[in-house]
């Protein structure tokens, strides 16, 4: 039997969310991957899902989810992964199809039927809030849930709002307060300090297969864009953490915190408000919150993943 963790995936590729793909297929038992609109639509992220599926050769079910945020107007993020989701590579011709659009009802039977089931999320939280809100009896069923998202400090698409917490506040509103077994919080604190370079780039090229083509030269275009953005061809590789928080626990620190989102606010929608005051009276932590990542041996696992998944011996 594997020891590996038995993880849904939830994402919305995006570079790092198809990194947290291949390390996901490495290190754990992946059952089935989801797919929810956030950094490009959903038909886009669904079908950059599938591609990388195809390209590492993964025999993992894919099921696409909301279209759009419970409440909040769809927002992408075209300005860093390109309208589509996925500039950059050269992608080849999409062979493989979706195993069905209810995400969220694949969501809720696997976390009946299977037992010590995680769900890994790198996205927006709209299909977790919804099967949680369809199905109540599965916030327990399942071990917990690992978020890339939110941030205590600065946000990214706002001063104050990380995007995956900014495209659908309302969701992370209702998956925090849902009393999960367990909940990781890989925010931006964490993520900044685990960045995609021209070095992390050049490795994965280095590589040398059809598959870390792919993600090297979604790095690359990555890479341009930070440099637009910010001026700096350096940003967060974000959705891994979210992977290696379950996957090497050795790897990333974390302290418990109790977590609200801000749903108004002028300035702050979405802001994820981290207690830093830790415990009080009247407060339960509700979070297990990331804060430090040993970020080189960190990237020599997302090294090594993207070799190993794409049949390459380091
Ligand atoms: C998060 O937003 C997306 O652009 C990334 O894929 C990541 O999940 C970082 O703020
Ligand atoms: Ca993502």
């Known amino acids: 039997m594997s020891s590996k963790p038995k993880i ?3 994402c919305d ?3 790092d969310d198809a990194v947290a793909i291949v390390v996901a297929a490495e290190h754990t038992d992946l059952i089935g991957i989801t797919t929810v609109g956030g950094n490009a ?83 927006p939280l ?3 809030a919804m099967a949680f809100e369809q199905a109540p009896d599965i916030v327990t069923k399942i071990n917990g849930v690992s978020w890339m998202g939110g941030s205590a400090a600065e946000g990214n698409h706002t001063a104050a709002a990380e995007f995956n917490a900014l495209v659908d506040p309302e969701a992370v509103d209702q998956v925090f307060r849902a009393g999960l077994n367990w909940l990781f919080m890989a925010g931006l604190d964490l993520t900044h300090q685990f960045n995609t370079d021209d070095a992390l780039q050049a490795a994965v090229e280095a590589i040398g297969t059809p598959g870390s083509q ?3 030269d979604l790095m690359a275009n990555y890479l341009n864009m930070m440099d637009n953005i910010i001026g700096v061809r350096s940003g ?17 620190e974390r302290s418990m915190r109790h977590v609200v989102c801000e749903l108004d606010g002028t300035h702050t929608r979405g802001m994820t408000l981290v ?8 407060v339960t932590p509700n979070v297990h919150w990331g804060h430090t990542i ?12 993207v070799a190993a998944q794409s049949g390459h011996q380091l």
């Not at 589509?84 to 069905?100: A, Q």
């Not at 979210?242 to 090497?248: F, G, K, R, S």
């Not at 207690?275 to 009247?282: I, K, V």
């Open 275 to 282: 207690d830093q005051r830790g415990y009080r009276d009247g």
């Open 214 to 216: 792919m993600i090297a």
């Open 236 to 252: 967060g590789l974000h959705d891994p953490c979210a992977v290696l928080a379950l996957t090497h626990p050795d790897l990333i």
């Open 8 to 10: 849904i995936l939830d």
């Open 294 to 305: 040993k970020s080189d041996a960190a990237k020599q696992v997302v090294i090594s993943s």
């Open 13 to 15: 590729p995006g570079l």
């Open 126 to 128: 709209t299909n977790l």
């Open 41 to 123: 639509p959903l038909i886009d992220v669904t079908n950059n899902a599938l591609l990388t599926c195809q390209v590492f050769d993964l025999e993992v079910p894919v099921h696409s989810g909301a279209v759009r945020p419970l409440v909040a107007e769809p927002l992408h993020a075209p300005e860093v992964h390109g309208e589509k989701g996925f500039d950059g590579p050269n992608l080849p011709e999409l062979t493989r199809s979706v195993d069905s659009d209810d995400a969220i009802g694949y969501i809720i039977e696997s976390a009946r039927s299977i037992d010590d089931l995680w769900i890994v999320a790198t996205g």
